[in-house]
């Protein structure tokens, strides 16, 4: 038996099925959405439909845009021979926040995962072969996850640009800044020795 009024409990589960989000955490966003001023809750409510609404996958990077190309793809000052691949939106934010790269990117919008059945035909790689052998890029830059997925979808991916004459590069893992070699794990023991560079 339900303590709260149906429309709640809709509310609550709501927020209980976005990611990272608990069953606490979900009451409490819904008790803080239900204390707001209505024309604030409204505003909030607007600004998930808007966005909703607004938000499209830009038609040469797949990055999220509400124009027809995003800002990235559309810049004269970014280099349109470097593409960074990248398995979400999030992760451009995460490589735009060093502004050292001053490339171009794809976003893929997810990983190969046998076990959760998302395969080539349901990630954005079909456009990545288009945009290499459509324009002139010279290097494809792997991003993806350090993980069981990423390195599976990089290795995938790798294999399918072999016959383009294009360079193809992946990110070196290795010691963060600030920790210490004991609680470093073997496999980012080896990235880092086989990404090692010269002083």
Do not use: W
């Amino acid at each position: 038996m339900s303590f709260f009024p149906a429309s709640l409990e809709n509310l609550i589960d709501k927020f209980a099925s976005l990611p990272g989000i608990g069953r606490k955490s979900a009451q409490r966003l819904a008790f803080h959405i239900l204390s707001l001023p209505e024309d604030e809750a409204l505003a909030f409510s607007d600004a998930v439909v808007d966005a909703r609404k607004s938000v499209h996958c830009c038609r040469i990077c797949q990055n999220l845009t509400e124009g027809e190309i995003c800002a990235i793809c559309a810049s004269d000052r970014r280099d349109h021979g470097t593409i960074c691949v990248v398995s979400e939106p999030r992760d451009v934010l995460s490589i735009e926040r060093g502004h050292e790269y001053q490339g171009t990117y794809h976003v893929l919008h997810g990983a190969l995962s046998p076990m959760s059945h998302v395969g080539p035909e349901d990630i954005r790689i079909k456009e990545l072969l288009h945009r290499v052998a459509e324009e002139d890029v010279e290097e494809v830059i792997m991003a993806t996850n350090p993980d069981t997925e990423g390195e599976a979808t990089a290795m995938y991916i790798s294999r399918l640009l072999k016959p383009f004459d294009v360079k193809v590069t992946r990110l070196a893992y290795g010691i963060p800044v600030g920790s210490n070699l004991e609680f470093a794990d073997d496999a980012t023991l080896n990235r880092a020795l086989e990404g090692r560079t010269e002083m």
